[in-house]
């Protein structure tokens, strides 16, 4: 198990290494004055030539770019224009929002996904099937920040059985106590159940948008390789050895089954990670994609390219556990390696 | 002679569902197995060997129905019981053991579990003690180092290890019947040997009648008592192996020997019987589904089949047997 | 093609979905084309006398907070929407298949630079690394295109590097190579010719993912700049007026949008199973 941990972290060094190239690369192609931008619209040019300096603009390439590697080791990510502050640190109180939001949709996406996936392979052809086939096909079609609005209106604005969607928590109640940041887990652990609801209520809609988005490739590929695990050579020997069922479809042909299930994670991931700067602005969520899309708007290029990088470093960690967990559920990978 | 048999397979059909219109795989097969004996069901590539064996087992895919016959084992009618019932029966009654093991086993649980796993089930063995159990069948299929291997998962065993595991886990309730489909397919040349005769000493020592399919008139002759020659979806003949040997009766069968000049010949290689299977989604198949390939073929031949009894344990299908 | 043909039929009267999926491309397209001369009203014409009016006989879909009808304006976008989209699908596919079948075909470093450049880019999560390319381009159009084809570019690649792969060693390569073709000329005039088909089953599927970035990038403000009528844009726009109940400002820009989406997705699959044969059964 060390050795596999081992050879899929040396794995993701190269993904680290293009992700550092690119987030720097992207620094050099603003268009025009990369310096012009940092300093923001209405600086002089004693400012840009000030910030020029600052960024080590003046050197050459490689060496802004082992300037741009010490900044990173420093944990270094610039500046805000906006709020003057550093962007790590408000990337870093950001972090937790956006986490809560992306995981409750993935428990939520996976909890859908796969029953359904089971359903409509072990009755193939039946009306769960269908119904199967329409939500991922459906699911993919829907714009994720069209889906939140539509639930908004119905849900709040008509229904009235949602809150305004305004971020985390209702202006009258203050957040819990700070223990992961998670509010649902923070509040859980203090006791605190009108917080807890609070928060499960300001989730609700925002985390439904996104897993309806992220559903179907997990819900395909569950079908798909059910499909073919309940059609393959050991199925036909568990059920000749008279195994019950549930034995069967569980035990023999799912813990199968799953491992592509499992490799198709990082695309929901990928999925999610997109999905949840567009999901944050339509719910006022107060995570790093709102952060950035703000950030955006203002031309304040330092959390954008922030931003760019953890979410990249985020995704490459979480392929990296989608790696290892793979190896835990199929003794092939962990023994071979 | 007049006990019961073990299995009596009784004017079965069957027939599959396919895009391309319903195939009559099998028609009105019929033959038996006594208790303790061994019968090879012998005949080319698609003459409907395997799909016998999985309407018996009640395993067929979805797509196939049995539209008519009587399967009878330890007087029921296997064809004719509930999946639950059937369920009950494999395994502990009737066994069934496939051809490459590597892909018959589930890969990622461990050998030793998935014995277990029949064990419990038929209450071979408790949770408690049927990985003890497991090591013990391991035992007897011959597998050196019995408790280390339990604990292998089947990508780390040889083909032939793996066969054993599947013989282990046919074998674990002590089963009154036993169906080899092929077993030995994909294996080498000695393994072929060694696991042919692990299952006729296991069947010799707990009295079980085995059917065994395949290809190779030679391996059948060796370790079968009987010969069943199935062609197209129809047994053709049945008959003492050693007779069957001497006297085909059969065009088809005669032919068959024929083409088996040494020992080491299968059918799968055999290009020399002309012609070959019928298309079976054909509305109007000849009476004989032989006769297209067929040189003893006389007017006679379009009539519905006879049952011909050349002797009370011969039996041949044809208007014009040799 | 005859056999192609029969086969399409045969999918089409087993999947009348996918007839259903044509049927919305071609209207698409025809709202592509003729868009603007069909619209009833100016896309851009303001008029704030109707602002914010609900779906009625004469605006089908309400009016705007400036009193712009927006069912000329969700009609005027599909063009827009839809050559975005085109376009970033056609150059993410020259790309990837040319560096595809390139990498596929001679192996080697070719593999290795086109395989690191493919692994880099599905390092980010594909919409993370869009908006950090039109960020760093600038905010124009034609830099969504940009971003776009690069995020789609290691699909292409990848499929056109096991297609060409696999075709490599094949005999009509042989031949070509052997009657003293150049490498070159074997790479594009035989080998590419033959992934064709499937990649226009991997365009087809990539055109919905394409639309939805697009808009998606729009959405958050990125590249289409107010007042171009514009599918994201306008549920955007839409988005602010939820909360007070005017539904239909961002709904029908969004219907659309998921219709043209759902249009291609289901295109792409029908075209699978005609294309593709491999999943034929
Ligand atoms: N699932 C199925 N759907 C349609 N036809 C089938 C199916 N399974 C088997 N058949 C048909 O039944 C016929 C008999 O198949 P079967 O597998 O029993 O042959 P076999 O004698 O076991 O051959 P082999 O020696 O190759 O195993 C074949 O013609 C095959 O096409
Ligand atoms: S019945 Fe006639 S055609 Fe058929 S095998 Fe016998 S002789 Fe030949
Ligand atoms: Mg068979």
New interface residues.
């Given amino acids: 198990m060390l050795k596999l941990l081992l050879s899929r972290l040396a794995t993701a060094v190269?993904?680290?290494v293009?992700?550092v190239?690119?987030?720097f690369m992207?620094?050099r192609?603003?268009?025009g004055d990369p310096a012009a931008y940092f300093a923001g619209l209405a600086a002089s040019p004693q400012a840009i030539a000030e910030i020029r300096t600052k960024l080590g603009l003046d050197k050459s390439l490689p060496e802004q770019f082992v300037g741009y590697i010490v900044d990173l080791a420093h944990g270094n990510l610039g500046n805000s224009l906006s709020t003057g502050q550093p962007v790590v640190t408000e990337i870093a109180t950001r972090l937790p929002a956006s986490a809560e939001l992306t995981l409750f949709a993935l428990i939520l996406a996976v909890g859908i996904a796969i029953p359904l996936g089971v359903l409509a392979a072990v009755k193939q052809g039946t009306w769960i099937d269908h119904l199967c086939r329409i939500v991922t096909?459906?699911g993919?079609?829907?714009?994720?920040?069209?889906t939140g609005?539509?639930f908004?209106?119905v849900f709040?604005?008509l229904l009235q059985w949602a809150p305004?969607?305004s971020g985390r928590l209702d202006v009258f109640l203050s957040p819990p106590t700070h223990i992961t940041g998670f509010y649902l887990i923070d509040s859980a652990l203090t006791g605190n159940m009108e917080v807890f609801w609070g928060a499960l209520r300001q989730l609700a809609l925002p985390a439904i948008s996104m897993a309806i988005f992220s559903l179907a490739p997990l819900a395909r590929m569950t079908r798909g390789s059910m499909l073919s695990v309940l059609g393959?050579?050991?199925i036909?020997?568990?059920?000749?050895?008279?195994?019950?069922?549930g034995?069967v479809v569980f035990?023999?042909a799912f813990?199968?089954a799953v491992?592509p299930v499992i490799t198709v994670l990082g695309m929901v991931?990928?999925f999610?990670?997109?999905?949840n700067?567009?999901v944050e602005?339509?719910f006022a969520w107060p995570g790093i994609g709102l952060y950035?899309?703000n950030a955006?708007?203002t031309s304040d290029?330092a959390p954008?390219?922030g931003?760019?990088l953890t979410?990249?470093v985020l995704?490459?960690a979480l392929?990296l556990a989608i790696d290892l967990l793979y190896g835990l559920?199929?003794?092939?990978v962990r023994?071979d390696s | 002679m007049t006990a019961v048999p073990a299995l009596a397979v009784e004017d079965l059909s069957v027939e599959f569902r396919t895009r391309s219109g319903i195939v009559k795989v099998l028609d009105h097969v019929g033959f038996s197995v006594d208790k303790g004996e061994t019968v090879a069901l012998v005949g080319e590539s698609g003459s409907g060997k395997s799909v016998t064996a999985f309407a018996v087992m009640g395993i067929l895919d979805p797509a196939g129905k049995v539209t008519s016959g009587r399967a009878l084992f330890g007087g029921a009618d296997l064809l004719a019981l509930s999946e639950r019932d059937l369920a009950e029966q494999r395994g502990r009654e009737l066994s069934m053991i496939f051809q490459n093991p590597r892909t018959a086993l589930n890969p990622i649980r461990k050998v030793g579990q998935q014995i277990a796993d029949v064990l419990v089930r038929h209450g071979g063995a408790t949770r408690s003690d049927a990985p003890r159990a497991a090591v013990e069948m391991l035992k007897r299929v011959r597998i050196p180092d019995p408790e280390r291997r339990v604990e292998a998962y089947p990508f780390e065993l040889s083909g032939g290890m793996c066969q054993r595991i599947m013989i282990a886990i046919a074998l674990a309730c002590r089963p009154a019947l036993l169906i080899a489909d092929e077993p030995t397919t994909g294996l080498d040349v000695t393994t072929q040997a060694v696991i042919m005769d692990l299952i006729g000493e296991l069947a010799h020592e707990s009295g079980m009648a085995t059917i065994f399919i395949t290809h190779d008139l030679a391996l059948a002759a060796e370790y079968c008592d009987r010969i069943v020659v199935m062609h197209a979806g129809h047994v053709v003949e049945a008959a003492p192996a050693r007779e069957l040997f001497a006297h085909p009766r059969h065009p088809y069968s005669a032919k068959l020997l024929a083409a088996t000049p040494g020992e080491t010949v299968s059918l799968a290689e055999l290009a020399s019987i002309p012609g070959g299977l019928p298309d079976l989604r054909r509305p109007d198949l000849p009476a004989c589904r032989y006769s297209g390939r067929c040189e003893r073929r006389i007017d006679d031949c379009t009539k519905p089949l006879p049952h011909r009894v050349v002797d009370e344990r011969h039996v041949v299908s044809c208007w014009n047997p040799l | 093609m005859i056999p192609l043909l029969r086969h399409a039929r045969y999918v089409l009267s087993e999947n009348p979905v996918t007839g259903l999926a044509f049927a919305l491309f071609a209207m698409l397209l025809v709202a592509a084309i003729f868009g603007p001369m069909l619209a009833p009203y100016s896309p851009l014409q303001s008029n704030a006398a109707m602002a914010l009016k609900p779906p009625s006989a004469a605006h089908w879909f309400g009016t705007d907070q400036l009193g712009r009808d927006i069912f000329s304006r969700v009609l005027v976008a599909t063009r827009l929407d839809l050559s975005i989209a085109f376009a970033s699908v056609i150059l993410a596919f020259m790309l990837g298949a040319l560096s595809g079948v390139a990498a596929g075909y001679f192996g080697g470093w070719t593999d290795r630079v086109v395989g690191r450049l493919a692994d880099t880019i599905m390092a980010f999560p594909l919409f993370v690394l869009a908006m950090g390319i039109v960020a760093a381009l600038g905010n124009e159009v034609i830099n969504i295109v940009i971003a776009t084809a690069i995020i789609n570019f290691p699909l292409y690649a990848r499929v056109a590097r096991a297609e060409a792969n696999v075709r490599r060693e094949a005999g009509f390569v042989e031949a070509a190579r052997l009657s003293g073709n150049g490498e070159a000329r074997v790479l594009l005039g035989h080998v590419l010719p033959n992934i064709m088909p499937i990649m226009m089953v991997q365009m087809s599927l990539t055109m919905g993912y394409a639309i939805l970035n697009a808009a998606g990038l729009s959405f958050i403000g990125l590249g289409v700049r107010p007042p171009a009528p514009e599918w994201g844009i306008m549920v955007a726009e839409g988005a602010n007026f939820i909360q007070s109940g005017e539904w239909w400002i961002a709904l029908f820009p969004g219907a659309a949008l998921m219709l043209a989406v759902f249009c291609f997705n289901l295109l792409g699959d029908g075209l699978r199973d005609i294309i593709d044969p491999r999943q034929r059964t």
């Avoid at chain 1, 036909?236 to 069922?245: F, I, M, Q, V």
Wanted: without cysteine; charged residues 10%.
């Fill in positions: 190269p993904s680290i293009g992700v190239v690119v987030t992207l620094t192609l603003l268009p096909t459906a993919v079609s829907l714009p994720v920040f069209f609005l539509l908004a209106y709040y604005y305004a969607p393959s050579d050991f036909r020997t568990a059920r000749a050895s008279g195994l019950a069922p034995t035990t023999y813990r199968n491992l991931f990928s999610l990670l997109g999905a700067v567009l602005t339509v950035a899309v955006l708007i290029y954008v390219q931003f760019v979410m990249a995704y490459v392929n559920v199929d003794p092939r023994l």
